[in-house]
């Protein structure tokens, strides 16, 4: 009995080794996340906190805009709102004994300087520049005292995710119907005799026009984005 289990699961292993292929692929790395950073209001840059190599969190202020006349407008708008909220309070109370007229110019005046407020704070808050991830500054044009414009924006900073990384794989298109999300890659760094292996998340639904590649993703960690590299991919026909 064991012999005869044994030469079932030979012929099992032999038998997916007969169909099974392998898919040459290049690759290259680049960062899981990646964005290019600009100022969308327009003056002067006031302060530059971080440059190239660092680490931020998100929400981290890596730069800010001279912003002393909105900041003032900004807490005159929290005056108005303070005493139109007072006015509106009192007017409340006796609303059953005013005209009603009045009381809706009062509640218009209140729900007024609340918006304008809010305006306000926005164009404050557009004088900061924040980090949208977690991740490292790998790129920065801005120094203090730059013009920026938001009729015509600029990007000052790059910003990519510290470690997490993918790999655009790329084959040709002729084998488009062989490999799937869940295949597996085997590969290496150009340089580096290393062997590893990843599993192929998604799949772009299109070809290369240029040249007739068709590129999937891998989710990879701790490579350097710009390296490159080759294995093959492990399909079933």
Known sequence: MKTILRAVVTLLILSNFL???????????????????????SGIVKA?????GAKVKKGEILAELANSDIKAM???????????????????????????????SVAYKYENAKNQLAYQQALYNKTFLKAPFDG??????????????????KTVFKLQSQNKRK???RFDQKNRNLVKVGSIFIYSIDGDKKKYSGTITKIYPRANANSRKITA????????PGLFGDGTIEVKE
Not at 48 to 52: E, G, K, L, S
């Open 19 to 41: 169909h099974a292929k392998e898919i040459y692929a290049t690759f290259t790395v680049e960062p899981l996340h990646e964005a290019k950073l600009a100022f969308i209001a």
């Open 48 to 52: 530059v906190n971080v440059d190239v």
């Open 74 to 104: 900004l807490e005159v708008s929290k005056t108005t709102l303070k005493y139109a909220k007072k006015d509106f309070e009192r007017q409340l109370k006796i609303k059953k004994l005013i005209d009603e007229a009045r009381f809706d």
């Open 136 to 153: 490292v500054i790998y790129e920065k044009d801005v120094e203090v005292g730059d013009a920026v414009s938001a009729m015509m924006l």
């Open 167 to 169: 790999l655009l794989v």
């Open 217 to 224: 993703e891998i989710y990879a960690k701790g490579f350097l």
